[in-house]
Antibody
Framework: QVQLEQSGAEVKKPGASVKVSCKASGYTFTTYYMHWVRQAPGQGLEWMGVINPSGGSTHYSQNFQGRVTMTRDTSTSTVYMELSSLRSEDTAVYYC??????????WGQGTLVTVSS | DIQMTQSPSSLSASVGDRVTITCRSSQSISNYLNWYQQKPGKPPNLLIYAASSLQSGVPSRFSGSGSGTGFTLTINSLQPEDFATYYCQQTYSIPLTFGGGTKVEIK
């Protein structure tokens, strides 16, 4: 069965960086694009960007341009999202999600990133 | 960027009611519109993709319609497990964008 397993919760200080992992299993990793979406406490969903696991190409939201980097490791079927220069407003749950057809059909369980001094 | 506007932002309904949620896009997105259900502490769950296609495993009381700039999610005969927040999403062009959400509460 398809699973997206994300790394555990993180607590970071302002100005630091965080790297969240998302390990895929149950399907051919390079077949589907992987997206990252975040959700601040009590708020809606915000798309951050996408990576093509096959070639590694990426597209990022302008809201995170310059601060976000998405990478993948095909040997372990894992994608990574690194966010730098963290500020309190980056406190959120970060999700990876697989896109099949039009929608995101599988999501990771979410990783809470807390930014606090 | 394509703006997605959902209405209402919240509604109260009873078990057995028919519920309709509307989503409008700021420009035409053809049928690249998806609907998700999210419960507290859980990731979103895909209900409808490509405006009207029911995702595998989703009950048939959920349906979607529309194209261009106007879309609707309908829940026929609301069940207790349907009380949640619903989001629309356009996947027509990057940046992908979500509606603000509709919280469906128990009346």
């Amino acid at each position: 069965q398809v699973q997206l397993e994300q790394s555990g919760a993180e607590v970071k200080k302002p100005g630091a960086s965080v790297k969240v992992s998302c390990k895929a299993s149950g399907y051919t990793f390079t077949t589907y694009y992987m997206h990252w979406v975040r959700q601040a406490p009590g708020q809606g969903l915000e798309w951050m960007g996408v990576i093509n696991p096959s070639g590694g190409s990426t597209h990022y939201s302008q809201n995170f341009q310059g601060r976000v980097t998405m990478t993948r490791d095909t040997s372990t079927s894992t994608v990574y999202m690194e966010l730098s220069s963290l500020r309190s407003e980056d406190t959120a749950v970060y999700y990876c999600a697989r896109r099949k057809n039009s929608g995101f059909d599988y999501w990771g369980q979410g990783t809470l990133v807390t930014v606090s001094s | 960027d394509i703006q997605m506007t959902q209405s209402p932002s919240s509604l109260s309904a009873s078990v057995g009611d028919r519920v309709t949620i509307t989503c409008r896009s700021s420009q035409s997105i053809s049928n690249y519109l998806n609907w998700y259900q999210q419960k507290p502490g859980k990731p979103p769950n895909l209900l409808i993709y490509a405006a009207s296609s029911l995702q595998s495993g989703v009950p048939s009381r959920f349906s979607g319609s529309g194209s261009g700039t106007g879309f609707t999610l309908t829940i026929n005969s609301l069940q207790p497990e349907d009380f949640a927040t619903y989001y629309c999403q356009q996947t027509y062009s990057i940046p992908l964008t979500f509606g603000g959400g509709t919280k469906v509460e128990i009346k």
